[in-house]
């Protein structure tokens, strides 16, 4: 968890380490999301409380891409850029 004051160049370091990895032959991608954009149900998902149907938000979204099977040695980030209280 990288935490600071507005400006304070949290992002840049982040940025930074996954340029540096990837320089290093370790390809790195980093997915980025401020979780005040969207409301609680976009960012998670929800379950229909009838038809018990999940229907996926944004993270569970994410979280499926970076766990599908690949041949890629690929580092994988989810950068909450945002408000820690979000």
């Keep these: ?9 949290k992002s840049v370091v982040i940025n930074t380490l ?18 005040k954009a969207c409301t609680v149900i976009e960012l998670y998902g929800i379950l229909d409380p009838v038809t018990r149907d999940w229907t996926d938000g944004l ?8 766990n599908k099977p690949t041949d890629k040695q690929e580092r994988k980030y989810i950068v909450f850029d945002g408000d820690v209280d979000a």
């Design 59 to 66: 993270l569970s979204n994410i979280f499926r891409e970076i």
């Design 1 to 9: 968890m990288v935490v600071g004051p507005t400006g304070g160049g």
């Design 18 to 35: 996954a340029q540096a990895q990837t320089r290093l032959k370790l390809p790195t991608k980093l997915y980025v999301m401020n979780p």
